[in-house]
């Protein structure tokens, strides 16, 4: 992890910090391969610069960004790494040129800046590297997937949004869809089905036990500045059960064509 994710929500909007992953790993001539997974919004900047330092790493050490989705969470990011191929599924390509405009995780303007970087599309079963495959993982949008990485605790998957949360294990309900409600209640099971290890869109990475509870591997840490732990206009409040899917999404979002 360079970054956890964190799934939580405001009055004012969603803070949207999502996971942010390094793959290491060697090609098939035995050089090594540094991957970038989801580079975040513009917020993370400075916590996304100052992880890669405390690795010895700037951006121009990354040889590889694969984006899991186009979501502007997920993507802003992105002109940190202008150097190194962008991976994205081609239906979450073509999408991204032409946004359903109730998308608001999509922007207009997100083709624009994607199609200024160099594009390798990518689809199920593709080997980026040895011993690291991209999962197909649709629904939450049109051209999600994952990375199922072989690791010595077994096979790790890197699922974006298709699992966004530990809580998900339980309900088998992501709890944001743009695309398909079935199909992405159909990635979650395909991701509890061959992961040992998760690492979620939204949440601390975690084992699975038992088919339906996580198993965290890092403590939940998570410091807020700027407000007073007793003052009396801060609330908390339990966030939504019903989830939420975009009106129409299976007929107006198309392929993107």
């Known amino acids: 992890m360079l970054l956890d994710g964190f799934s939580f929500g405001?009055?004012?909007?969603?803070?949207?910090?999502?996971?942010?992953?390094?793959?290491?790993?060697?090609?098939?001539?035995?050089?090594?391969?540094?991957?970038l997974v989801d580079p975040a919004h513009l917020g993370r900047r400075r916590v996304l610069l100052a992880a890669l330092a405390s690795?010895?790493?700037?951006?121009?050490?990354?040889?590889?960004?694969?984006l899991t989705h186009s979501h502007w969470d997920h993507v802003q990011n992105i002109d940190l790494f202008q150097h190194a191929p962008l991976l994205i599924h081609p239906d979450e390509?073509?999408?991204?040129?032409?946004?359903?405009?109730?998308?608001?995780?999509?922007?207009?303007?997100?083709?624009?800046i994607l199609e200024q970087l160099s594009i390798r599309e990518i689809g199920d079963g593709a080997e980026i590297i040895p011993g690291v495959t991209v999962l197909d993982l649709p629904g939450h949008s049109v051209g999600s997937v994952g990375l199922a990485v072989e690791s010595d605790l077994g096979l790790a998957v890197i699922t974006g949004d298709a699992l966004h949360s530990g809580r998900v294990l339980q309900t088998l309900q992501p709890p944001l869809v743009f695309w398909d409600a079935e199909a992405s209640r159909r990635s979650v099971r395909r991701v509890i089905d061959v992961a040992a290890l998760v690492y979620p869109g939204h949440d601390r990475p975690f084992r699975i036990i038992d088919g339906a509870r996580p198993e965290y591997l890092s403590p939940f840490h998570l410091v807020l500045t700027g407000l007073q732990r007793d003052d009396p206009s801060l609330e908390f409040a339990a966030g939504p059960s019903v989830p939420w899917v975009m009106q129409g999404a299976e007929r107006r979002g198309g392929s993107g064509d």
């Open 10 to 35: 405001t009055d004012q909007g969603v803070p949207a910090f999502c996971g942010v992953l390094l793959v290491e790993g060697l090609d098939l001539r035995g050089r090594p391969v540094r991957i």
């Open 55 to 66: 690795r010895g790493l700037a951006p121009t050490d990354i040889d590889l960004v694969v």
């Open 93 to 112: 390509r073509r999408y991204a040129a032409h946004p359903d405009p109730l998308d608001w995780a999509t922007p207009a303007w997100t083709g624009t």
